[in-house]
Nanobody, 115 residues
Framework: QVQLVESGGGLVEFGGSRKLSCAASESSGSATYMAWYRQPYGKTRELVASITGGGSTNYAESVKGRFTIGRDNFLNTLFLQMSGLRPEDTALYYC?????????WGQGTQVTVSS
């Protein structure tokens, strides 16, 4: 059973930066798809950014130019570098990975942006 553990959330000032990490219990080199989702309180979960095993990335329009997704296969870790944070970025952020054809979710890390 693969476990994903997010970290890096917290309270950030408007316009600030934050880096989220998602550590996998198994080699992320075998992951074919990795992504960050977020769920604002009372709203549905939405895709923030994704990266394929081949390194292709995709971003939600609302975060383009502000967020960067990346991975470190040696550390089995997925990252989300966030800058220019806005109050509307406040949400519970989840990582998601498809490993050997099975999707796994982390438990989430809260990011709160003060106005």
């Amino acid at each position: 059973q693969v476990q994903l553990v997010e970290s890096g959330g917290g309270l950030v000032e408007f316009g600030g930066s934050r880096k989220l990490s998602c550590a996998a219990s198994e080699s992320s080199g075998s992951a074919t798809y990795m992504a960050w989702y977020r769920q604002p309180y009372g709203k549905t979960r939405e895709l923030v950014a994704s990266i394929t095993g081949g390194g292709s990335t995709n971003y939600a329009e609302s975060v383009k130019g502000r967020f960067t997704i990346g991975r470190d296969n040696f550390l089995n870790t997925l990252f989300l570098q966030m800058s220019g944070l806005r109050p509307e970025d406040t949400a519970l952020y989840y990582c998601y990975e498809v490993i050997n054809g099975i999707g796994y979710w982390g438990q989430g890390t809260q990011v709160t942006v003060s106005s």
